[in-house]
């Protein structure tokens, strides 16, 4: 299993990204996913999650009503729709897939892409 992850660059305070993660390897489908973030000198955040089935998602609160979670299975591609970006929002950014436990614990996935940057300048 291999994730991707894509999309990020660098934005103003206020403008949007939409980020990318493309799974290969396997079937997208029956597959939680998540996005956490490491700003510098900082541990691993939770960001959003999304159930297998699309239906239920889940937020920071930092992030909640900013950012949008979604999935594509067809593309076996998960997304991360970052609005009205802040300066604290710079961080890599990396997908994940769950294996078990809680979803806003990083020790609960147990596949990750590589990263992509995001940077917001004030």
């Known amino acids: 299993v291999q994730l991707q992850a894509s999309g990020g660059g660098l934005v103003q305070a206020g403008g949007s990204l939409r980020l990318s993660c493309a799974i290969s390897?396997?079937?997208?489908?029956?597959?939680?996913m998540g996005w956490f973030c490491q700003a510098p000198g900082k541990e691993y955040e939770f960001v959003s999650h999304?159930?297998?089935?699309?239906?239920?998602?889940y937020y920071a609160d930092s992030v909640k009503g900013r950012f949008t979670i979604s999935r594509d299975n067809a593309k076996n591609t998960v997304y991360l729709q970052m609005n009205s970006l802040k300066p604290e929002d710079t961080a890599i950014y990396y997908c994940?897939?769950?294996?078990?436990?809680?979803?806003?614990?990083?020790?609960?996935?147990?596949?990750w892409g590589q990263g992509t940057q995001v940077t917001v300048s004030s």
């Open positions: 999304i159930s297998w089935s699309g239906i239920n998602t």
């Open positions: 994940a897939k769950l294996k078990s436990g809680s979803y806003y614990t990083k020790n609960s996935y147990d596949y």
């Open positions: 390897g396997r079937t997208l489908n029956n597959v939680a």
